[in-house]
Protein backbone atom coordinates (compact mmCIF):
# COMPACT_ATOMS: atom_id res chain seq x y z
CA UNK A 1 0.00 0.00 0.00
CA UNK A 2 1.15 3.63 -0.80
CA UNK A 3 -0.31 5.94 2.06
CA UNK A 4 -3.34 4.64 3.20
CA UNK A 5 -5.75 7.22 4.35
CA UNK A 6 -8.49 6.24 5.80
CA UNK A 7 -10.04 2.58 7.06
CA UNK A 8 -13.55 0.72 7.47
CA UNK A 9 -14.99 -2.30 8.56
CA UNK A 10 -17.97 -4.50 7.33
CA UNK A 11 -20.22 -6.24 9.35
CA UNK A 12 -18.12 -9.44 8.60
CA UNK A 13 -14.71 -8.32 9.67
CA UNK A 14 -13.68 -7.40 6.05
CA UNK A 15 -11.12 -4.10 6.72
CA UNK A 16 -11.28 -1.75 3.66
CA UNK A 17 -8.51 0.28 2.82
CA UNK A 18 -8.22 4.01 0.91
CA UNK A 19 -5.13 3.15 -0.92
CA UNK A 20 -4.11 7.04 -2.14
CA UNK A 21 -1.09 6.36 -4.19
CA UNK A 22 -2.39 3.88 -5.45
CA UNK A 23 -5.61 4.98 -6.19
CA UNK A 24 -7.52 2.26 -5.22
CA UNK A 25 -9.65 0.37 -2.39
CA UNK A 26 -7.77 -2.71 -0.69
CA UNK A 27 -10.09 -5.30 1.12
CA UNK A 28 -8.47 -7.29 3.69
CA UNK A 29 -10.69 -10.84 4.69
CA UNK A 30 -11.06 -11.75 8.08
CA UNK A 31 -8.75 -14.45 6.67
CA UNK A 32 -6.28 -12.02 5.67
CA UNK A 33 -6.89 -12.36 1.78
CA UNK A 34 -6.12 -8.70 -0.16
CA UNK A 35 -8.02 -8.02 -2.87
CA UNK A 36 -8.72 -4.61 -5.19
CA UNK A 37 -12.56 -3.58 -3.99
CA UNK A 38 -12.74 -0.90 -6.04
CA UNK A 39 -10.61 1.29 -8.31
CA UNK A 40 -7.43 0.86 -10.16
CA UNK A 41 -4.08 0.56 -9.16
CA UNK A 42 -2.09 3.53 -10.45
CA UNK A 43 -4.94 4.24 -12.57
CA UNK A 44 -6.66 8.07 -11.00
CA UNK A 45 -9.17 9.71 -12.70
CA UNK A 46 -12.91 10.46 -12.14
CA UNK A 47 -15.09 7.21 -13.94
CA UNK A 48 -17.96 5.98 -12.30
CA UNK A 49 -18.97 2.38 -13.19
CA UNK A 50 -18.84 -1.13 -11.66
CA UNK A 51 -15.78 -1.56 -8.80
CA UNK A 52 -13.38 -2.36 -11.02
CA UNK A 53 -13.55 0.42 -13.48
CA UNK A 54 -13.99 2.45 -11.52
CA UNK A 55 -11.29 5.56 -10.80
CA UNK A 56 -10.27 8.16 -8.23
CA UNK A 57 -7.99 10.96 -7.16
CA UNK A 58 -4.78 10.38 -4.57
CA UNK A 59 -7.21 11.85 -2.20
CA UNK A 60 -10.16 9.96 -1.01
CA UNK A 61 -11.64 8.10 1.92
CA UNK A 62 -13.94 5.03 2.39
CA UNK A 63 -16.33 4.47 4.71
CA UNK A 64 -19.00 1.06 5.43
CA UNK A 65 -22.91 2.05 5.36
CA UNK A 66 -24.22 -1.08 7.04
CA UNK A 67 -27.81 -0.31 6.15
CA UNK A 68 -27.47 0.02 2.21
CA UNK A 69 -24.25 -2.80 2.26
CA UNK A 70 -22.20 -0.41 0.37
CA UNK A 71 -19.11 1.86 0.49
CA UNK A 72 -19.12 5.58 0.59
CA UNK A 73 -16.03 6.72 -1.53
CA UNK A 74 -15.57 10.80 -0.88
CA UNK A 75 -13.37 11.72 -3.73
CA UNK A 76 -12.10 14.72 -2.54
CA UNK A 77 -9.68 15.22 -5.77
CA UNK A 78 -12.83 15.04 -7.70
CA UNK A 79 -15.03 16.60 -5.46
CA UNK A 80 -17.54 13.66 -5.99
CA UNK A 81 -19.35 10.94 -3.21
CA UNK A 82 -19.82 7.85 -4.91
CA UNK A 83 -21.28 4.56 -3.22
CA UNK A 84 -19.91 1.05 -4.11
CA UNK A 85 -22.68 -1.52 -3.50
CA UNK A 86 -20.84 -4.98 -1.46
CA UNK A 87 -21.68 -8.57 -1.76
CA UNK A 88 -24.63 -9.47 0.47
CA UNK A 89 -22.32 -11.99 1.96
CA UNK A 90 -20.39 -9.18 3.14
CA UNK A 91 -22.80 -7.58 5.18
CA UNK A 92 -24.90 -10.35 6.48
CA UNK A 93 -23.92 -10.19 10.16
CA UNK A 94 -23.83 -13.54 11.89
CA UNK A 95 -25.87 -13.12 14.95
CA UNK A 96 -24.65 -14.48 17.65
CA UNK A 97 -21.05 -14.32 16.88
CA UNK A 98 -20.22 -12.30 19.46
CA UNK A 99 -19.04 -8.40 20.15
CA UNK A 100 -19.44 -6.82 16.36
CA UNK A 101 -15.74 -5.39 15.38
CA UNK A 102 -17.29 -2.33 13.38
CA UNK A 103 -18.59 -0.88 17.12
CA UNK A 104 -15.32 -1.87 18.53
CA UNK A 105 -13.25 -0.10 15.75
CA UNK A 106 -15.77 2.83 15.82
CA UNK A 107 -15.59 3.50 19.95
CA UNK A 108 -11.74 2.88 19.31
CA UNK A 109 -10.87 5.54 16.73
CA UNK A 110 -13.43 7.80 18.60
CA UNK A 111 -11.23 7.27 21.79
CA UNK A 112 -8.04 7.89 19.85
CA UNK A 113 -9.12 11.42 18.14
CA UNK A 114 -10.25 12.56 21.74
CA UNK A 115 -6.98 11.89 23.07
CA UNK A 116 -5.20 13.45 20.10
CA UNK A 117 -7.19 16.79 20.37
CA UNK A 118 -6.62 17.01 23.79
CA UNK A 119 -2.70 16.21 23.00
CA UNK A 120 -2.63 18.76 20.62
CA UNK A 121 -4.25 21.43 22.42
CA UNK A 122 -1.63 20.87 25.99
CA UNK A 123 1.09 20.72 23.08
CA UNK A 124 -0.12 23.79 21.17
CA UNK A 125 -0.43 25.80 24.69
CA UNK A 126 3.04 24.90 25.71
CA UNK A 127 4.89 25.56 22.17
CA UNK A 128 2.95 28.55 21.09
CA UNK A 129 4.94 31.19 20.66
CA UNK A 130 3.01 33.78 22.15
CA UNK A 131 2.06 32.23 25.38
CA UNK A 132 3.96 34.56 27.07
CA UNK A 133 1.86 37.05 25.59
CA UNK A 134 -1.31 36.28 26.88
CA UNK A 135 -3.23 38.46 29.37
CA UNK A 136 -6.28 37.74 31.94
CA UNK A 137 -9.36 38.92 30.90
CA UNK A 138 -9.49 41.48 33.96
CA UNK A 139 -6.11 42.85 32.19
CA UNK A 140 -7.61 43.13 29.00
CA UNK A 141 -11.16 44.48 30.52
CA UNK A 142 -8.99 47.47 32.77
CA UNK A 143 -6.90 48.26 29.09
CA UNK A 144 -9.63 48.95 27.28
CA UNK A 145 -11.73 50.80 30.38
CA UNK A 146 -8.80 53.32 30.69
CA UNK A 147 -8.01 53.42 27.02
CA UNK A 148 -12.03 54.51 26.12
CA UNK A 149 -12.78 56.99 29.03
CA UNK A 150 -15.18 59.57 27.94
CA UNK A 151 -14.12 61.75 30.87
CA UNK A 152 -10.63 62.14 29.40
CA UNK A 153 -9.70 64.98 27.01
Known amino acids: MNHPKGLTVDDRG??????TMNMAIRKISDAGVTTIAGGKWGRGSHVDGASEDAKFSNDFDVLYIGSSCSLLVIDRGNQAIREIQLHFDDCAYQYGSGFPLGVAVLVAA???????????????MIVSPENHHRKSLSETYQIIQATFNPNRR
Open 14 to 19: NIYIAD
Open 110 to 124: GFFGYMLALLQRRVG
